[in-house]
C-alpha cells in the first residue's frame, strides 16, 4: 500500500505539470524527486528507490538526502559476556549491519554530516573505521555502546573527523586518549553528552583536552560534587550543563559494597560556581521517574529495561536524537 501511495503522487507531481502520466519515470524532474523522496524511509531509499532505473539511483545520492545517517532502527542481536569483548553479536547481526552501511555510505557520497547509532548495536572497529573513512565531513556522532571498538579504532576515526562538533558517547575507563584525540584533532568540537558515570578521571580529562566545550550533558548517572566543582571550574567556556536526574555523590569516589552518600539538594557554592552558566539542568526529585530510575539503576542507566526511545531523550534540544 505504502509503495502504491507513493507512485500515486509521483503521478499526480507529473500530471501536475501538464504532461501525459505515462512519460517515462526517469524523464521526472530530479529536484522534484528529491523532494518526494525526503518522505521515504531508510529502507525503500536504499533497497527499493535505486533499482528502479539510472536516473533515480542517481536522484537517491543527492546529498539533500544524506545530511543524516539515522541507524537507531537497527539493534544487534546479542549476548553478555563476562570477558572481553564482553559481548559476543551474532553472525546475522554483524553482517547486515556491514551490509547496510555499505549500501549507504556509497550512495551517500561522503555528505553524511549526522551518524546515529542505536546504543544497542554493536559496531567493530573495521565497520567503525569504514563509516569514518566514507564520512569525513561528520559533525555529530551518536555512538552505541562500544565494548567492541577499541580505543586506538576510536582515536584514528576522530583524527579523520576535523569537522566534528557534537558527539554522543558512553564512559570509558582511562578516557584521557580518546578525549585528547578530540581536543587535538577536531577544532570546532562544542557540545559532548555522556551515556555513563562521569568521575573524577573524565572531568580532569574533559578540563585538560576540551577547555572550549561549550554544551555537555551528563544527565542520569552518577556524578560527585568534586567531579562537578572541575567541570565548573575549569570548563571556563561552558554555557550548558545538564545534570538532570543525576545521583550526586559527596565523595569523589565511594568505597565498594559501601552505600553511596548522595546530596539530596545542590549546596551554594555550586549554585554560585553555576551562576554563569546560560543554563544550568538540574533535576533531584523523588517524585521524578527518571530520577527514581537512575537511583534503581546506581547511576548506570539500563535503557533496555525502559521504553524503546528513552536513551534519545535529552534536555538539551541539540543533543536529543
Not at 90 to 105: A, R
Not at 154 to 173: F, Q, V
Request: net charge neutral; glycine share 2%.
Amino acid at each position: 500500500m505504502m509503495e502504491f501511495q507513493k507512485k500515486r503522487e509521483i503521478e499526480a507531481v507529473v500530471m501536475e505539470k501538464g504532461d501525459s502520466p505515462v512519460r517515462r519515470w526517469e524523464d521526472l524532474d530530479i529536484n522534484i524527486l528529491v523532494t518526494i523522496l525526503l518522505s521515504f524511509d531508510l529502507f525503500q531509499l536504499i533497497y527499493a528507490i535505486p533499482q528502479v532505473c539510472r536516473a533515480w539511483r542517481l536522484a537517491c545520492c543527492d546529498p539533500l538526502l544524506w545530511k543524516t545517517l539515522d541507524l537507531s532502527v537497527l539493534q544487534s542481536n546479542f549476548i553478555r559476556l563476562p570477558l572481553k569483548p564482553f559481548v559476543y553479536v551474532d553472525s546475522p547481526s554483524e553482517k547486515k549491519l556491514t551490509g547496510l552501511l555499505n549500501i549507504c555510505l556509497n550512495l551517500s557520497r561522503g555528505n553524511i554530516q549526522t551518524l546515529i547509532f542505536h546504543t544497542n548495536l554493536y559496531v567493530n572497529d573495521n565497520q567503525l573505521t569504514f563509516a569514518a573513512e566514507r564520512c569525513p565531513r561528520l559533525k555529530r556522532l551518536v555512538m552505541p555502546s562500544w565494548n567492541k571498538i577499541k580505543k586506538r579504532t576510536m582515536c584514528r576515526a576522530i583524527h579523520i573527523w576535523k569537522d566534528l562538533e557534537s558527539l554522543t558517547m558512553p564512559s570509558i575507563n582511562n578516557p584521557a586518549r580518546v578525549i585528547e584525540e578530540i581536543g587535538r584533532s577536531c577544532q570546532n568540537f562544542s557540545a559532548l553528552k555522556i551515556m555513563g558515570t562521569c568521575d573524577m578521571l573524565f572531568a580532569s580529562a574533559l578540563a585538560s583536552f576540551l577547555p572550549n566545550l561549550e554544551v555537555l550533558s551528563v544527565r542520569c548517572t552518577v556524578l560527585s560534587k568534586p567531579a562537578l566543582a572541575i567541570i565548573l571550574e575549569e570548563l571556563k567556556k561552558l554555557k550548558v550543563l545538564n545534570i538532570s536526574h543525576c545521583i550526586i555523590t559527596e565523595d569523589p569516589e565511594d568505597p565498594p559494597l559501601e552505600p553511596m552518600n548522595i546530596l539530596t539538594e545542590l549546596d551554594e557554592s555550586i549554585l554560585e560556581k553555576a551562576s554563569r552558566l546560560d543554563k544550568f539542568l538540574t533535576c533531584m526529585s523523588d517524585s521524578c521517574i527518571m530520577c527514581q530510575r537512575a537511583l534503581n539503576d546506581q547511576g548506570f542507566m539500563r535503557w533496555y529495561k525502559y521504553e524503546e526511545d528513552l536513551w534519545k531523550v535529552d534536555e538539551v534540544k541539540s543533543l536529543a536524537v
